[in-house]
C-alpha cells in the first residue's frame, strides 16, 4: 500500500516494467508520440488506429484503469465543443477537420494519462530536469506538484465555511458569494507561498528544487520500451505524408 499525504486515498500500488521505466525516457516518448500524432496529414485516417493501438498496448502493459482514461477525457469537452462549430464555418471540409482535431487530441490526452497513470508527478519533474528543461520551469513544476493538495483542501475548507453559513452556491444571484470565496482563496494562496518562499530562502534554496521520488536508472530496456511505443508512431505519420 502507498501512503496518503495531505488527504489523499491510499491505494495499493501497481508496478511493472512500464513503472520502473525511467521517466526521462517516457517523457521524451510521450514528446515524440505526440508530435507524431500533430502531423498526421488530413484526410489519413489509418495512422490514428496505429496510434490508438499502441497507446492501447502500454495502457494494457502498465496495467492503467480503463475507466480512470477515460475520466481524464473530460477535459478537452470544452475543447471539442468549439471543434464541433468546424462544420458550420468551414463547410463540408469542416467535418474532416473537426474530426482529425478531436482525434489527436483525445490520443494525446490518452497518452498523456498512461504516462501519468505509471510515472509519479514528482517523477516527471525529474525527468524533465534530466532532460535539460530550465530549472524555472521545473522548480514550478515540483512546487506545484507538492502544494496543489494544500490547495485543494483549502479550497474545500473555505467551501465548508461558506456552506456552515448558510450560503448554497446553485442559484446564479449567489454568485457573489462564490466570487469572495474565489478571492479569499486567492488571498490565501498568496499568504502562503510568501510564507512557504520565505521558509525555503532560510534553509539556504538556491534556486533548485530538491531530487523526489526514486531514482529510475537509464538502461538498454527503458529506451527499448521508448522505441516500441514511439517509433510505430513516427513511422505511421511518415508513411502517410508521402
Not at 491510499?10 to 514528446?31: G, S, W, Y
Not at 463540408?92 to 489527436?104: P, T, V, Y
Not at 530538491?210 to 511518415?238: C, D, H, K, M, Q
Request: with cysteine; proline share 4%.
Amino acid at each position: 500500500m502507498s501512503g496518503a499525504a495531505h488527504g489523499e486515498q491510499v491505494v495499493a500500488e501497481v508496478r511493472t516494467a512500464l513503472h520502473d521505466a525511467a521517466p526521462e525516457v517516457k517523457v521524451l516518448a510521450l514528446i515524440v508520440f505526440a508530435l507524431s500524432v500533430a502531423f498526421v496529414p488530413r484526410g489519413a485516417w489509418w495512422p490514428f488506429a496505429v496510434d490508438l493501438a499502441v497507446v492501447a498496448v502500454f495502457a494494457a502493459w502498465g496495467r492503467v484503469p480503463v475507466r480512470g482514461l477515460l475520466v481524464r477525457l473530460v477535459v478537452e469537452i470544452p475543447f471539442l465543443l468549439f471543434v464541433v462549430l468546424l462544420p458550420v464555418v468551414a463547410g463540408a471540409e469542416g467535418w474532416a477537420l473537426a474530426g482529425a482535431i478531436a482525434a489527436k487530441a483525445t490520443l494525446v490526452v490518452l497518452a498523456t494519462g498512461v504516462l501519468s497513470a505509471t510515472t509519479p508527478a514528482a517523477e516527471i519533474v525529474a525527468g524533465l530536469e534530466r532532460l535539460r528543461v530550465p530549472a524555472t520551469f521545473t522548480a514550478i513544476g515540483a512546487l506545484a506538484v507538492r502544494y496543489l493538495q494544500v490547495v485543494l483542501d483549502e479550497l474545500r475548507r473555505v467551501n465548508t465555511a461558506r456552506i456552515a453559513r448558510g450560503d448554497d452556491a446553485r442559484w446564479f444571484w449567489q454568485a457573489r458569494a462564490v466570487a469572495q470565496s474565489t478571492g479569499t482563496l486567492a488571498v490565501r494562496c498568496l499568504d502562503r507561498g510568501e510564507r512557504v518562499h520565505g521558509a525555503m530562502l532560510a534553509r539556504g534554496w538556491d534556486g533548485r528544487m530538491p531530487r523526489v521520488g526514486s531514482e529510475a536508472v537509464l538502461r538498454a530496456n527503458a529506451i527499448a520500451f521508448a522505441a516500441l511505443g514511439a517509433l510505430p508512431v513516427l513511422v505511421a505519420t511518415i508513411g502517410a505524408r508521402w
